[in-house]
Each structure stands twice: as structure tokens, then as C-alpha cells.
Nanobody, 123 residues
Framework: QVQLEESGGGLAQAGGSLRLSCAAS????????IGWFRQSPGKEREFVAA????????YYKDSVKGRFTCSREHGADTAYLQMHSLKPEDTAVYYC????????????????WGQGTQVTVSS
């Protein structure tokens, strides 16, 4: 089993920054791609960003390009989503997800999900 533990959510001002962490554990967790999704009240969950298991390839939703950055440690046991220039529209519960295959923007690519962490951006 792959287990995910998220942290780093909180309150930020517009234009501020937060860094989300996703700690992965379990057998062969280093081979899993990591995706980030978010969901705000009244909206469907949407893709935000993803990183391959080797850490060489990253993918981003258009609205966060240039503001958010995915990374992961060499040992691939922790992944990060660094968020800059936050906007009130970024307010949502953010989820970390892990999948055995290639990274992508579809929820079906991911087998394991974290509990979510709240990000709130004030105007």
C-alpha cells in the first residue's frame, strides 16, 4: 500500500506564497508519479500539476503556469507544490495523489489520494 500525508496548507494573502508537501510511504513509492488536484465548494475537483516518478517531467494547469512549481526529493519520498503569486481563485482543498503510470491530468491515473489540505487566499 502507498500512503500519502499532506501538509503546508493555510491562509495566505493575495500575492503571497505557500508550499505544500506530500510525504509518500510504502513499497515502491519511488516509482509513482505524483499529481496535485484541488476542489473548491460548488466545483468539481480539477487538475493542478503533476510530476513524473523520476522528477524530470512536470505538467501544469494553464492558470497556474509560472506561479506553481512541482518538485520531489531525490529519494522520491516527498513531493512539493510551491505556490507563488497566489490569487483568491486558488482557494480550495488541495489533494496529493500517486499513480503507478505516467503523470497526467486525469484522476483515473492515480490510485492513492491524500486527505486534502485547505488553502485559503484572502483578497
Amino acid at each position: 500500500q502507498v500512503q500519502l500525508e499532506e501538509s503546508g496548507g493555510g491562509l495566505a494573502q493575495a500575492g503571497g506564497s505557500l508550499r505544500l508537501s506530500c510525504a509518500a510511504s510504502g513499497r515502491i513509492s519511488s516509482t509513482y508519479a505524483i499529481g496535485w488536484f484541488r476542489q473548491s465548494p460548488g466545483k468539481e475537483r480539477e487538475f493542478v500539476a503533476a510530476i513524473s516518478w523520476a522528477g524530470y517531467n512536470t505538467y501544469y494547469k494553464d492558470s497556474v503556469k509560472g506561479r506553481f512549481t512541482c518538485s520531489r526529493e531525490h529519494g522520491a519520498d516527498t513531493a512539493y507544490l510551491q505556490m507563488h503569486s497566489l490569487k483568491p481563485e486558488d482557494t480550495a482543498v488541495y489533494y496529493c495523489a500517486a499513480g503507478r503510470g505516467i503523470p497526467g491530468n486525469k484522476e483515473r491515473l492515480y490510485d492513492y489520494w491524500g486527505q486534502g489540505t485547505q488553502v485559503t487566499v484572502s483578497s
